[in-house]
Nanobody, 123 residues
Framework: QVQLVESGGGLVQAGGSLRLSCTAS????????MGWFRQAPGKEREFVAG????????TYATSVKGRFTISRDNAKNTVYLQMNSLKSEDTAVYYC????????????????WGQGTQVTVSS
């Protein structure tokens, strides 16, 4: 059984930064693609960023490109999302997703999800 635990969320002023972490247990993390998604109140969950198991494939949503950076440390079973220049519209619960297939993660159809971490950006 895979468990994903997100952390690092909080309250930050617009223009500030946060770094989210998602730590996995229960599988060989290094062979899995990982992705970050977010869901704002009253909206559907949307893709934010994805990274392949090797880190050679990385995809960003247009809305975060140039501001967010996804990375992973396979030795720590952890994927990170560095968020800079935060805007009020980045306010959401952020989730990580895991699957063996990169395209499946990017589509938000991975088998495993974390519980989410709240990010609130005040303007």
């Amino acid at each position: 059984q895979v468990q994903l635990v997100e952390s690092g969320g909080g309250l930050v002023q617009a223009g500030g930064s946060l770094r989210l972490s998602c730590t996995a247990s229960g599988r060989t993390f290094s062979t899995y693609a990982m992705g970050w998604f977010r869901q704002a109140p009253g909206k559907e969950r949307e893709f934010v960023a994805g990274i392949s198991w090797s880190g050679s494939l990385i995809t960003y949503a247009t809305s975060v490109k140039g501001r967010f950076t996804i990375s992973r440390d396979n030795a720590k079973n952890t994927v990170y999302l560095q968020m800079n220049s935060l805007k009020s519209e980045d306010t959401a619960v952020y989730y990580c997703n895991l699957d063996r297939v990169y395209s499946t993660v990017v589509a938000g159809k991975g088998d495993y999800w974390g519980q989410g971490t709240q990010v609130t950006v005040s303007s």
